[in-house]
């Protein structure tokens, strides 16, 4: 019985989805973003916020851009392409565009 209990256990932990999986876009920011970008700033590198102007400095003030430093990483940023989907880092992306234009108020 215990041995059936462990099976069911690990297929239910290995076929379910992540908790973020339903997330909203800001949901999936706060989880997996906020930690280094709280507020669109930078805890590690300060020139390397999410704010407007430090986006377009550093060449990444577009969607596409974005998504591109989601999914791969680079430097002291980790990529996202085995945490996140393609559509969960769309939306983020979209989500942190949006919010630099609000200036993250």
């Known amino acids: 019985m215990l041995k059936f209990i462990a099976i069911l256990l690990s297929a239910v932990l290995l076929f379910s989805s992540p908790a973020w ?3 909203s876009p800001a949901q999936l920011f706060e ?3 906020a930690g280094c970008h709280v ?3 930078n805890i590690v590198r300060r ?3 999410l704010k407007l102007k430090a986006l377009e400095k550093n060449g990444y003030a577009t969607v596409e851009a974005i998504v591109a430093i989601i999914t791969n990483g680079k430097g002291n940023m980790s990529a996202y392409k085995d945490r996140l ?3 969960e880092i ?3 992306a979209e989500y942190v565009l949006d919010r630099a234009h609000q200036n993250w108020n």
Do not use: F, M, W, Y
């Open 47 to 49: 020139g390397k916020t």
């Open 21 to 23: 999986a339903d997330e």
């Open 90 to 92: 769309q939306s983020v």
């Open 31 to 33: 989880l997996q973003c």
């Open 39 to 41: 507020n669109g700033g």
């Open 85 to 87: 989907n393609e559509s």
